[in-house]
């Protein structure tokens, strides 16, 4: 035996109370649990190393179901971001965007569209062009090694797009779907666990509701689920959330709504009206989960906020759009009258939007200021500052958006098909906290401090209600002949350290997380141990 966990406070997350346990790991698995093993008189097993878990809880490695770490796991072989979390799997290939299926031409594309989220990746070979290319890449990462926690793939909608149509507001025609289609179908037959879109973002946000239910119903077919950042957060929220019930249940397809928001002024208390909106979708029998990450702000790329007619044609259309003066005087006035489809149908205020990261070094005095503080300071109009940013930028700059609601964030965490992720970009000199925080912020802030959520409740929420939704049989919980993916924190003093002020500072409480049986954090410090690899959907 390699490993016995003594006297721990299982929490083992099928929600149900906790109880005193010795768990033993070996190979890789959980081998035996005996419970009150103290209490009982019996002979406590033994293993060549014994560790006191006197006080700490022991529960299933948590899972991350929106993570944006498609080059950072092959970039940072530490990973702490998300290892000190007790993250053990993640969730990438999100928002409609991501490194594979491509070819030459596309994966140029992409990864100038979204260097905001992954850096442009002059660090990275990408030596891969199809997603079993790429997940045998996270296997075999770091010198054949591995990589640092567990990473499963969606296929990324807008990349399958890219791929087949461009970057064109039309329909697709005929042949481009059944291209489209094959290439989903190949991504899942190679290990994709679904499908993910983004659509406020292009090109995917030029596809239809026809287009993407014949997507969906690909993935339907392979098992997988479909994840997507619908067309509205702000005032058109409701009906997105709408659109993708109805359509996944048209194509029989499984749902997972990405980090389910209620924000900007106008759907401020109304995360009631998503609730009663699910559970009658799930009273009649809709398959539909949901992860949110437990702060009020959001994140992406300035350039998110533009119409989508300023994004046709890519970046470099993009960029020739915004240098145009009288272009970009329809973009601004789309942004800051109308209520541009990126911003979510509501007009930008531009008090609420914080630059977080640049590409450019020389920009760097933007970073933690917003937009209006910046124009301010330069005795300019807000747009201008924006408009500048954007240019020299070259598209590449990050943004918080300070739009969200406390009540919204904690109803919607309550729910029972509610699921944790981080949506967390690494990129930038001033990411969003939830990055390096989401996980323990949940057990500290809405578990201990305000009881939103009961700590078995929670742990649920964070392990084996994503692992359901995954497919996976032998993940997300404490129990016999599953995987040995686990994490021991102290429930009286685990939390976020990371802050708005300081991001990138890491959690405390979590003295031991364990990957496949191996500890990746040791006495709350990183150890060299590449014990993650690419988990592929489940036949």
């Known amino acids: 035996m390699d490993l016995v966990i003594r006297d721990a406070d299982v929490v083992d997350g099928s929600g149900a109370p906790s ?7 070996a190979d890789g698995r959980i081998t035996s649990i005996v419970k009150e093993a103290a209490a009982a008189g019996c002979q406590r097993p033994t293993a060549q190393r014994e560790l006191d878990a006197e006080g700490l809880v022991l529960a299933p490695g948590f899972i991350d179901m929106h993570a944006h770490s498609d080059l950072a796991l092959l970039r940072d072989p530490e990973h702490t971001a998300k290892a000190a979390q007790g993250v053990t799997l993640e969730v990438i290939g999100q928002d409609g965007l991501s490194y594979a299926p491509v070819d030459d031409r596309t994966l140029e594309e992409v990864r100038r569209a979204i260097t905001g989220w992954n850096g442009y990746g002059e660090d990275i070979d990408f030596d891969w062009r199809s997603v079993g290319e790429y997940l045998d890449r996270l296997d075999h990462g770091f010198g054949g090694e591995g990589i640092a926690v567990n990473a499963a793939y969606l296929v990324p909608q807008g990349t399958v797009r890219m791929l087949a149509v461009g970057w064109e507001d039309r329909q697709a025609t005929p042949e ?19 499908m993910s879109s983004g659509l406020t973002y292009a090109p995917g946000r030029y596809a239809k ?3 993407l239910t014949e997507l969906c119903r690909v993935v339907a077919e ?12 702000g005032a058109g929220a409701l009906q997105a959330y709408e659109e993708m019930v109805a359509l996944t249940r048209e194509a ?10 209620m924000n900007f002024g106008v759907n401020e208390g109304r995360a009631p009206e998503l609730l009663a909106l699910l559970d009658d979708a799930l009273a009649t029998g809709a398959d539909i989960t949901l992860d949110t990450y437990p702060y009020t702000s959001g994140c992406t790329t300035l350039v998110a906020l ?33 209520g541009s489809d990126g911003c979510h149908g509501v007009p930008v205020e531009w008090d609420t939007i914080e630059i977080s990261g640049v590409t450019d070094p020389a920009l760097s005095s933007y970073v933690g200021r917003t937009v209006a503080r910046a124009a301010a300071a330069h005795g300019e109009d807000p747009w201008v500052t924006a408009r500048r940013l954007l240019l020299t930028d070259r598209l590449g700059s990050t943004i918080l958006q300070h739009v969200g609601h406390e009540e919204n964030v904690r109803a919607i965490m309550r729910h029972r098909v509610h699921t944790g992720g981080s949506d967390g970009v690494l990129r930038g000199d001033k990411p969003h906290p939830r990055a390096y925080g989401a996980f323990p912020h949940y057990l500290g802030l809405y578990v201990r401090e305000l009881g939103v959520l009961s700590l078995e409740e929670c742990v649920a929420h964070l392990t084996a209600r994503p692992a359901e939704r995954l497919r996976l049989a032998d ?8 995987r040995a993916d686990l994490v021991l924190f102290d429930p009286a003093t685990v939390a976020a350290g990371s802050t708005y002020e300081a991001p990138r500072t890491l959690p405390i409480g979590i003295p031991y997380v364990l990957v496949d049986g191996r500890f990746v954090i040791e006495d709350g410090r990183r150890t060299d141990v590449l014990a993650g690899r690419a988990i592929r959907r489940s036949t």
């Open 222 to 233: 392979y098992g997988g689920y479909y994840c997507p950042h619908h067309r509205s957060y």
């Open 306 to 338: 533009l119409p989508g007619w300023a994004s046709e044609g890519g970046p470099e259309a993009v960029l020739a759009r915004l240098a145009d003066e009288e272009t970009a005087e329809r973009i601004r006035h789309h942004l800051e009258a109308v």
């Open 176 to 194: 481009e779907l059944d291209l489209m289609r094959e290439l989903v179908a190949a991504g899942l037959r190679e290990g994709a666990v679904g």
């Open 252 to 261: 029989g397809c499984a749902l997972h709504l990405a980090h389910a928001t």
């Open 475 to 482: 993940r997300g919980r404490v129990r016999e002949g599953y």
């Open 209 to 211: 509701d026809a287009e």
């Open 19 to 25: 109880y005193r346990a010795d768990v033993v790991v």
